[in-house]
């Protein structure tokens, strides 16, 4: 059964300023009140919308807090070693927090480390981080999302089909979640086969698209057809390079799509009916909360280890409901000069 969007759930999903409680992480000695902070925030990337509304929201953040936001992160987000560079950098700038976001699980735990162990504590959002070092993990619950995903998938095959899962990028732990949160959701529908869920599409819409066009290629009939009856992806990139291809070789609306993360052309194409949903997280709140975590951690309170962020399944049936259209749609202006 595929998640029913009611105005209570989407209401908590948009709700900025979320009480935080329990379970300290308090330090010894807080900064007050009036003091001025410093909190590097560091992204997967920059590129992609995603970001720049989490960007928003770490600054809605700074301004209602009276911090100084720091944002800095590496373009493309299958870039380690220039993330942990960034990580290693802002250490340097006498900051007084980080929030992060790891491209990768494994790679940024020892600059995570390094962090704490210098006193500058870490909030890791959006994407996980092997270990425990950190003061707490502000993200959509990717592997619900994913089912989310799945179990709508399952309702649009009416329960059977063969269906390709195109993966994003190894070692990026919140969609790894996702991709196995949908073939979890998707296992109570017997009669779907899962056709190929092991390749991977890369970080960009391009090899997205050149992915994507070997993915058809492979399943590509003798009439043109194609002997597939469903695809999914789990991030904005992957989901336009997809539904390029499916485009350029005549294909689009002709199988069930579900994506993930919302664009300006994924909201077309769902109007269209060349895409048939698409799971989406609340980027600005997790910039928000990511924010907000970490300077109530500063100052002395006690925050979660956990905080989850929210995720609405996104269809032509609510997409044109007002609490649906301001989250697809907020008004970045204001926070991003």
Request: proline share 3%; net charge negative; charged share 25%.
């Amino acid at each position: 059964m595929s998640y029913k969007i009611t105005r209570t759930t989407t209401a908590l999903l948009l709700c900025s300023v979320v009480g935080l409680y329990t379970t300290g992480c308090g330090k010894d000695e807080a900064p007050s009140d009036n003091e001025r902070l410093t909190v590097a925030v560091i992204p997967k990337g920059t590129i992609h919308e995603f970001w720049k509304t989490v960007h928003a929201g770490a600054e809605m953040a700074g301004q209602e807090l009276g911090v100084d936001i720091l944002w800095k992160g590496s373009l493309k987000e299958d870039d380690r070693e220039a993330q942990i560079s960034v990580v290693e950098n802002i250490m340097t700038r006498q900051v007084d927090g980080i929030v992060l976001a790891p491209l990768d699980d494994a790679a940024l735990r020892r600059p995570v480390d390094e962090a704490m162990r210098s006193e500058i504590p870490v909030v890791i959002f959006d994407s996980g981080l092997q270990g425990e070092n950190y003061v707490s993990y502000v993200a959509t619950d990717n592997f619900k999302a994913g089912q989310l995903a799945g179990e709508h998938m399952g309702e649009l095959l009416d329960g059977k089909g063969r269906v390709v899962v195109l993966r994003y990028a190894e070692g990026s732990d919140s969609t790894t979640k996702r991709e196995d949160g949908f073939l979890d959701g998707i296992k109570a529908f017997d009669g779907i086969e899962i056709v190929s869920s092991n390749q991977y599409a890369g970080v960009t819409t391009a090899s997205a698209l050149k992915a994507a066009e070997n993915i058809l290629s492979r399943f590509s009939r003798a009439d043109g057809g194609l002997d597939i009856d469903g695809i999914f992806c789990a991030t904005e990139p992957t989901t336009l390079g997809i539904l390029r291809a499916l485009q350029d070789s005549g294909s689009a609306g002709k199988i069930k799509f579900v994506g993930f993360d919302s664009s300006e052309k994924m909201i077309a194409a769902l109007r269209a009916g060349e895409l048939d949903g698409f799971v989406v997280q609340n980027p600005m709140r997790i910039g928000y909360l990511g924010v907000k975590t970490l300077v109530e951690h500063l100052r002395g309170g006690n925050v979660d280890r956990r905080i989850d962020t929210g995720s609405v399944l996104i269809t032509s049936d609510n997409l044109d409901q007002p609490e649906i259209r301001d989250l697809l749609n907020p008004d970045l202006s204001k926070w991003l000069k």
